[in-house]
């Protein structure tokens, strides 16, 4: 402990003679610092002097600065939040300070206290509450984003005004179109969070909306993925409806850009028809163009982005008995698409196939519709288990599993397993326990197994010998290994 505070006397001594080696001094004092328990940062902070750290700031070197700052945070972690309030002109100076550094420090430290009272306080006051909504316009993105989750946390707790902050965003957001999507971005955020928000913030919201029909597609395409965040709450999603947004993004799928659109828009219907309650057949049959395009693009895997998405919503789409009565208003594409997926699961590449299984598993959780499951997989493979077996067989790991998790989907049904029974060698792959080596293969070969013994019909399926050597591999486990014979020799 004397050796302690004799480094520390001897650290100030150098730092206040503010000479050659002040920058030495204060990397020792960070090193010391790391190593401190907070007893000892808080002592460390008493000798040296935060106001004295703070001075340095002021400085052009930014070596200086920048090991100042890390001085100065391990100071203010150790801190209590009244004792860091404290320091709020620094504070107010450092959120203003030309090095990023400087200002990422003071508001790492809002973020880290914003839950305590005091802090609340102090970043609610004008003069404060208006630097830090300010930095949501900062050049640096690491700072911007501190700063709207400050902002978000402190709406969220009821802590700040909505108009107060209504104000100075719309303020800010003029400053370019990036820190527009910016304010956008936060405004969606803190709206869906309690309808309160979003009536105070709905000149902000209603503005993102009109961006729609601008000329700025870099903004738009911003805004779209930012109107999705609306949908997480009743009133965004009333919102959305009362300014026409649905028809807004039905009619960029149509327009001479729509390949830079479709993406966005498929992914805001897409979400749309998975909310609970969602009348997916009304806005299928309402706004076709996203059905239509949704099928259309499943044949374009070389659009990664939007096949992706289009890949997907289908799979969102035949997991619902609503999403399904509405694929039906497009059969043709639909059988199209289907026999598509099937061909890019045998034939696609790598990372295709995967996410066609992936679909395709999707589209078989549907609960309660057994012959149109059965219908539509005999669409998309017309030996659907000879083919899963043959790519699980494949020494490619993702393939492996996407492959089983569709067959551990067959064998939670009747008719599944009805599919799996006739396949020869099926099931002596799946008692065979060499075919895996690592650990999520073991788990997932052992779930198939596990969901076949615990099925009311799998043993009248498969017969009772079948059954007896599934229910001995369930109860031994995914990770049994048998026993190995071993041969002593005797040295001559």
């Known amino acids: 402990k004397i050796n302690m505070a004799a480094q520390l006397h001897s650290i100030k001594q150098t730092i206040e003679n503010n000479g050659e080696d002040v920058v030495s001094a204060l990397y020792q004092l960070n090193t010391l610092l790391e190593y401190y328990t907070r007893e000892e940062v808080i002592k460390a902070a008493e000798i040296i002097s935060v106001q004295l750290l703070f001075d340095f700031l002021t400085s052009s070197d930014e070596e200086l600065v920048e090991v100042c700052c890390g001085v100065l945070g391990k100071i203010f972690k ?28 003071c508001l790492d430290t809002l973020a880290s206290l914003i839950g305590d009272p005091n802090v609340q306080e102090m970043v609610t006051t004008s003069t404060v509450f208006h630097l830090v909504t300010q930095t949501v316009g900062d050049p640096s993105l690491k700072c911007a984003n501190v700063t709207s989750s400050i ?23 003029q400053k370019d179109s990036v820190v527009r999507c910016r304010v956008y ?14 009536a105070s913030l709905t000149s902000i919201l209603v503005g993102m909306v009109q961006e729609l029909g601008g000329d700025d597609v870099l903004v738009q395409l911003n805004c779209i993925e930012m109107l999705i965040l609306l949908m997480e709450s009743s009133g965004g999603r009333q919102f959305l409806e009362n300014h026409g947004v649905i028809a807004k ?3 960029l799928l149509s327009v001479d850009l729509a390949m830079m659109y479709i993406p966005g828009a498929l992914k805001f219907f897409g979400y749309m028809s998975s909310l609970k309650g969602a009348d997916v057949e009304s806005l299928c049959s309402q706004y076709p163009g996203f059905l239509h395009t949704t099928l259309d693009a499943i044949h374009h895997p070389e659009e990664d982005a939007t096949w992706g998405v289009a890949v997907d919503t289908l799979g969102i789409l035949g997991s619902l008995l609503p999403g399904r009565k509405a694929l ?33 598993y999707t589209i078989l959780s549907c609960p ?63 008692l065979d326990r060499r075919t895996e080596t690592e650990r999520p293969g073991k788990e997932l070969k052992y779930d198939i197994v596990h969901t076949l013994v615990s099925s009311s019909t799998a043993e009248l399926e498969f017969g009772s010998s079948v059954f007896v050597k599934l229910r001995k591999y369930d109860r031994e486990g995914p990770f049994f290994v048998g026993e190995t014979t071993t041969v002593a020799f005797q040295e001559i």
């Open 368 to 430: 309660d519709d057994s012959q149109e499951s059965r219908r539509l997989l005999t669409v998309v493979l017309p030996q659907p288990v000879v083919t899963l077996l043959s790519i699980a067989r494949q020494p490619f790991p993702d393939l492996h599993m996407g492959a089983l998790s569709v067959i551990l989907c067959l064998a939670q049904s009747h008719w599944g397993q009805q599919e799996i029974k006739v396949v020869p060698g099926f099931i002596e792959y799946l």
């Open 249 to 251: 993004l039905h009619i």
């Open 78 to 105: 150790a801190l209590e939040p009244r004792e860091v309030c404290l320091y709020r002109d620094y504070i107010e100076l450092g959120l203003q300070h030309p090095f990023e550094r400087v200002r990422q420090t």
């Open 328 to 360: 039906k208003m497009s059969s043709s594409r639909l059988e199209d698409a289907l026999r598509q997926l099937g061909r890019l699961i045998r034939e696609g590449r790598s990372d295709v196939r995967v996410r066609s299984m992936h679909t395709l």
């Open 151 to 173: 902002l978000f946390n402190l709406t969220n707790q009821n802590k700040c005004s909505d108009d107060a902050l209504a104000v100075e965003l719309r303020g800010i957001m």
């Open 185 to 198: 971005e936060l405004a969606a955020k803190i709206a869906v969070t309690d309808d309160t928000h979003l």
